[in-house]
């Protein structure tokens, strides 16, 4: 829906002539890039939103187990995701591709072609080399970066609430308002970025056809020649997707982090 805005009358419409002309399977496309690049993200991004934090302690003045106030938290979120970054943008890369392949097809962008993980990663050696796999790393962080500060931002002041509210600390106030705070965090870096994630999923999708425009090239284009509602395309299906999965994400985070914190003291 980002690539292709006028392909598809909307979010029930794109899934149902998905499920039409593909298959189930059509649905899946890009699974194995997508949960590569879920791991490696928030692996490197927890890991360094720790050493983040203790930069951020540093660079206030603040001894190395001072509380952080929330938008403390949220600078070091919004740093933490330039590392992440790194190892998301490859993954992401083949993951739009491949999700992306049957529409360059039918378009007529490129020649019906094997869609399988191998096929496009040996496609991006062949036609670009290594440094293919990082087209749009800057939009990537151009995105990260904003959304970040707002993702960690929105989760930390949800929890501060929940805890004044429930008058106890923030790790004790149970899975459902955790849930509620990684859901909302998650939100709050939707709304926040996603033009910019249009425009990185143009990119990447498009430059398997030649060398596209940077982020502000891309970015005027697509407002320029389809309006600024074309950078919103796949929003909704975006917003259902985040409210769960990001509740899940810091539920098992935050659970992990306790489990592991046991273990060390």
Do not use: H
Request: proline fraction near 3%; charged fraction near 15%.
């Amino acid at each position: 829906m980002q690539t292709f805005p006028n392909m598809y009358k909307g979010f029930i419409d794109c899934i149902t002539t998905t499920y039409k002309q593909v298959g189930l399977r059509g649905l899946y496309q890009g699974t194995t890039p997508a949960l590569v690049a879920n791991i490696a993200e928030n692996s490197v991004l927890f890991m360094s939103y720790g050493f983040c934090q203790q930069v951020i302690r540093f660079a206030a003045g603040l001894r190395s187990d001072a509380a952080l106030s929330d938008v403390q938290k949220a600078c070091a979120g919004s740093v933490a995701s330039i590392f992440s970054s790194l190892v998301l943008c490859p993954t992401e890369l083949v993951k739009c591709r491949l999700q992306a392949m049957y529409e360059m097809e039918v378009s007529g962008k490129i020649a019906k072609s094997n869609n399988s993980v191998w096929s496009v990663v040996k496609s991006i050696m062949k036609n670009e080399g290594p440094q293919g796999f990082f087209q749009g790393l800057t939009t990537t962080i151009a995105r990260e970066v904003p959304g970040y500060f707002c993702f960690f931002g929105a989760y930390e002041l949800s929890r501060t609430m929940f805890a004044n509210y429930m008058k106890c600390d923030k790790e004790d106030i149970g899975a459902a308002p955790v849930i509620f705070s990684g859901g909302l965090g998650g939100a709050c870096l939707w709304l926040v970025v996603y033009p910019m994630d249009c425009v990185k999923s143009r990119i990447q999708v498009m430059s398997m056809t030649g060398k596209q425009a940077g982020f502000f090239g891309t970015f005027t284009a697509i407002a320029r020649a389809e309006g600024v509602r074309a950078l919103y395309s796949g929003l909704a299906p975006t917003m259902v997707r985040t409210f769960p999965a990001n509740g899940a994400l810091f539920l098992g985070y935050e659970v992990s982090r306790k489990l592991m914190m046991k273990q060390f003291d």
